[in-house]
């Protein structure tokens, strides 16, 4: 087995997975359907305070969830298509840093939106799905 075919094996495969749970936690953040759990999500002390501060967390930063399931895809496209060992690896290395890049960009939008409903005291309206 040549090394370009074992890094396809291993992470398209991969790229695939997190594209899928990413598309989902982007779409279970928008219709506000994702409770709060210690597995799934934005996870910070701020986002767990309360519902509100979850929804609200969540809500902002489904463009951030979306946009990484989209570099994921885009990664595994870009390894399952190379047809040589270095360009592959190069495209999987860059894909999971601007993937890394791109969810810690949602993480810092979702803390500042719990801040935000902690310091207001207000509850956002959000769809109960």
Not at 2 to 25: Q, Y
Not at 54 to 66: I, K
Not at 81 to 104: D, H, K, Q
Request: proline share 2%; glycine share 8%; with cysteine.
């Amino acid at each position: 087995m040549t090394d370009l075919v074992l890094v396809k094996l291993i992470t398209v495969p991969s790229m695939v997975i997190a594209a899928v749970l990413l598309f989902w936690l982007a779409r279970v953040s928008a219709r506000g359907t994702l409770k709060r759990n210690l597995v799934a999500g934005y996870r910070t002390s701020t986002t767990l305070t309360n519902d509100a501060t979850w929804r609200a967390g969540h809500l902002a930063s489904v463009r951030f969830s979306a946009l990484a399931g989209v570099v994921a895809a885009v990664t595994a496209l870009a390894i399952g298509l190379s047809s040589r060992f270095e360009p592959a690896v190069w495209w999987c290395l860059g894909g999971c840093l601007v993937m890394l890049a791109v969810v810690l960009a949602g993480a810092v939008a979702a803390q500042r939106a719990a801040k935000e409903v902690l310091r207001s005291g207000r509850h956002p309206e959000v769809a109960e799905g």
